[in-house]
């Protein structure tokens, strides 16, 4: 039977309607940290997707790095989180979501003054968004050893969180120059203790947390995102081919729910040099492929297996049905992104579906 982007597929224990994923986005509607209504009904509109990636959520007071981002670690957050998953559902989509520690990617405004932490005390280059603008990031503090299973264990809580609001799953952040993917390259981690140092040190923070998520909910229920050519947040690596497919190498085997590869820069350009078809041979599980595609390169990925789905982003800002859209053909909205970060309604949940 040929596959093209409609065809069904299974993925954590369920048949999905086509092979579309709504790729994770920072949208910064989230006051005080907790999904809202507004955030139900965004998410709701595009449930026309497979699967559904939600932005990134993160898993302690620790791990913020952005206003106005989700969190999935209290009470609240989880019943925030709910409202979300019921209306996804009653459209017939599945949802993960999405784990994030910002790690260094942060300031001391949403810490109470305290550093933001990091494999090694190395500034980034940039700034980092806070409630009062832009700041320049500072130099993080580089986390002691003793303090990583605590990190790894908030992973698995959020996890178990996640789970109790509705979620079909969660997808580990381990791209994009945040905490997990800080640990992994060695441009930012200069640690000499057993997280540092070699490509298994360097991965075993990813890997304790998957196993620690997997064991409590079912590692057929974890996906894992990666951005091996992303320079993003002032992230390099002196091997990246070397180090990426040795990380997928280590994640195959584990029954994973899917690993989902940026393979490209934020820019939309893929790196030459870098060939994501060896970590599509390195892994036994799905593979979604993101960056940049449109309709035909996404159906030309599926019918040859370099993909087993694709994940969209703007155009599924833009385009609430952008499945049905993809499947008569029909022409695009366009992406207003002076409204991507932060503010009501407006270019978050008022973009006309087709039959508008």
């Known amino acids: 039977m040929s596959k093209d982007l409609f065809s069904n597929i299974e993925l954590a224990g369920h048949t999905l309607s086509n092979r579309m994923t709504m790729a994770p986005m920072t949208r910064n509607r989230a006051p005080d940290n907790i999904a809202t209504a507004m955030m139900a009904e965004y998410y709701a509109q595009r449930a026309g997707a497979g ?3 939600t932005e990134g959520a993160q898993i302690s007071e620790q791990a913020v790095g952005y206003p106005a981002t989700p969190g999935i670690y209290t009470q609240a957050q989880l019943e925030g989180w709910k409202q979300v998953t019921d ?57 002691e050893t003793s303090e990583i299973p605590g990190i790894v264990d908030e992973y698995r809580h959020a996890a178990a969180l996640a789970i109790e609001a509705g979620f079909d799953g969660v ?43 997997g064991g ?18 002032d992230m ?16 195959s085997g584990l029954g994973l729910a899917y690993l989902h590869v940026v ?25 979604i492929a993101n960056g940049a595609y449109d309709q035909a390169r996404a159906q030309e990925a599926i019918a040859s297996s370099a993909a087993d789905m694709v994940a969209f982003g703007v155009p599924f800002i833009a385009n609430p049905d952008l499945p049905e859209r993809f499947r008569l053909n029909a022409e695009l909205n366009k992406a207003d992104q002076a409204t991507f970060y ?10 006309p579906p087709l039959e508008a």
């Not at 060695?186 to 203790?193: I, K, L």
């Not at 393979?263 to 078809?277: C, I, L, N, R």
């Open 51 to 53: 699967l559904i990636i």
């Open 87 to 143: 209306t996804v559902h009653a459209k017939g989509s599945r949802i993960f979501v999405q784990l994030w520690h910002c790690g260094r990617i942060s300031h001391p405004d949403f810490h109470n003054g305290d550093l933001p932490v990091a494999p090694s005390a190395i500034k980034p280059a940039g700034d980092a968004f806070t409630y009062e603008g832009l700041k320049p990031f500072v130099t993080p503090r580089a986390l």
């Open 171 to 213: 997808e580990i952040h381990a791209a994009n120059g945040y905490l997990i993917d800080q640990f992994v390259r060695d441009g930012s981690n200069q640690r000499t203790d057993n997280y540092g140092g070699s490509l298994e040190n360097r991965t075993r923070l990813l890997l304790e947390i998957v196993a620690a998520v």
């Open 216 to 233: 409590e909910i079912g590692h057929d229920k974890v996906g894992v995102r990666i951005s091996p050519a992303n320079a993003f947040n």
């Open 236 to 251: 390099s690596d002196s091997d990246p081919q070397a180090t990426f497919n040795h990380v997928t190498a280590a994640l």
């Open 263 to 287: 393979e490209v820069s934020m820019t939309g350009e893929a790196d030459s040099d870098f060939d994501t078809g060896q970590l599509r041979e390195r892994f036994d599980g799905i593979y």
């Open 342 to 351: 932060g503010g009501d309604e407006h270019g978050y949940t008022d973009y």
